[in-house]
């Protein structure tokens, strides 16, 4: 007989995922208490990396179905969550997603579901790209000079102290900056 597990996770401490458990209970899945794995980790950290959903690997065998109220509790981008699929999908474990219907991901109809998204999230990343490339291109032809601005006044600072035969340590104490920068200013003038 196939155990349910539920799968919560949120990214700060600032979160809780109580919505997500009671989400699933509303959607009519009964999940026991002890098959319920809640973590606070950010959603950019691929699924296999996360303790919690380690722990959770470690319990579930083949015929489980793992429940998430949405995809991006199993990952930030469409390529980790396919994987995460595709890797419960060869432990024979089913993975639902109440988001998306209840639908099974490892099904026929979830896995063309799954590419479906993958492809959406694809084309707006690449769409996003054009529009930033475009931008810059635009920007570059009437002479906008991109990056960050030249910090030349700390680099005169730091110059003026060097010339009173400072430390770069004194320097940064005097100045209240970092050493990295003192020296990124030091060095910056010794090189011209």
Request: glycine share 8%.
């Amino acid at each position: 007989m196939s155990r349910a597990f539920l799968y919560c996770r949120v990214s700060t401490s600032t979160q809780f995922t109580e919505n997500q458990v009671q989400e699933v209970k509303n959607s009519g899945f009964e999940v026991q208490a002890s098959r319920v794995v809640e973590e606070t980790v950010s959603g950019s950290i691929p699924a296999s990396e996360r303790p919690g959903f380690q722990k959770l690997l470690d319990r579930m065998e083949s015929g489980d179905v793992l429940i998430v109220t949405k995809l991006d509790r199993l990952g930030r981008n469409a390529m980790d969550v396919r994987s995460t699929v595709e890797m419960l999908a060869g432990r024979g474990i089913r993975v639902h997603c109440l988001a998306l219907g209840g639908v099974d991901l490892t099904s026929a109809a979830g896995k063309m579901t799954m590419q479906v998204l993958g492809a959406v999230a694809e084309f707006e990343r690449d769409l996003l790209i054009e529009r930033t490339q475009s931008g810059l291109a635009r920007a570059k032809s009437k002479g906008t000079k991109l990056g960050r601005p030249e910090a030349t006044a700390t680099t005169k600072e730091v110059q003026r102290r060097r010339a009173m035969n400072m430390t770069q340590s004194e320097a940064a104490a005097d100045l209240k900056i970092g050493i990295a920068t003192v020296k990124r200013h030091w060095n910056r003038a010794l090189a011209q």
